[in-house]
């Protein structure tokens, strides 16, 4: 068994197809059939079954990829030992963030991470949603940074922060001034339920904070009327101060946001709306101790 056939078939498997497998792998479609032929040959079963120019696993091949993972994972933990033992200052870092909280978070990193850092090539996936899944999928990926409420058992968690999200209106709304003060909060409080016939820019269902604030708004009974859903929060932000309704947003976000008008902003619910930044990389992948202050790095900003 070899390296090479084992990037192989994985990615066979991902395209479904030998032609974009190919592609991907820079080899000629006919030298990628000649390798899964030989391979088949040697172990006596087939891994996949073909459908016209569809190749799907078979159960043999479901298992055979579960063990390549597993092969080129330890390779992969090796290597990076193995240079953190010899070098340590140089290696590569891929690192998955939600797009809103790069432009929020990865300057301030990066100024002290790579002054201390300067041969560790660093590459920023920035997604939209469902980084835990694309984690979980993409071997490349070292750690992603993101907000999650439900846990994977194949990933380990690290706590970064804990976070307000807050709401959102323009500064002239005739809400604006109906905040009451609170000792423990930094901002005025807001009983949802005063909002109920109100239009929200809300962000969608799966996305962490429109998870959190819907259950935050049925908590109140508030059901709202939501004229536009954005996966973007700069666009809530902006929307809102249009006066298309109000928003929430984490506050971090709010801080690294211009505005020619400061926004009202509230805590809201009894207890607030709160969510976790976590960084999040695969159960027992092996971190160099450049991964390690990276982490550290970001957990001081």
Known sequence: MNYSELHYILCIAKHQNLTRAAQEL?????????????????????????????????????????????????????????????????????????????????PQIMAEFSEKYPNVNVSIWEEAYSIQEKLLLNDQLDFGIFNETREHPKLEYELLKREEILLVMPPDHPLASSGYPSLSDRYPRIDLSTLASEPFILHFPEQTTGKLVLEALDRAGVQPRVPVRSRNTETCVKLCMQGMGMCFTPETYLQNMDF?????????GEKGIFTTLSIAFRRGTYLPKYARDFIEIARNK
């Open 26 to 106: 820079y080899i000629s479609q006919p030298t990628l059939t000649k390798h899964l032929q030989k391979l088949e040959r040697e172990m006596g079963a087939k891994l996949f079954s073909r459908n016209g120019n569809t190749y799907v696993p078979t159960y043999t091949g479901r298992k055979y990829m579960e063990y390549a993972r597993k092969i080129l994972q330890v390779k992969q933990d090796w290597e990076k030992e193995l240079k953190d033992l010899t070098e340590n200052n140089e290696g590569e870092l891929n690192i998955a963030v939600p797009l809103m909280r790069s432009s929020c978070m990865i």
């Open 260 to 268: 020619s008008r400061k926004p009202a902003c509230f805590s809201v």
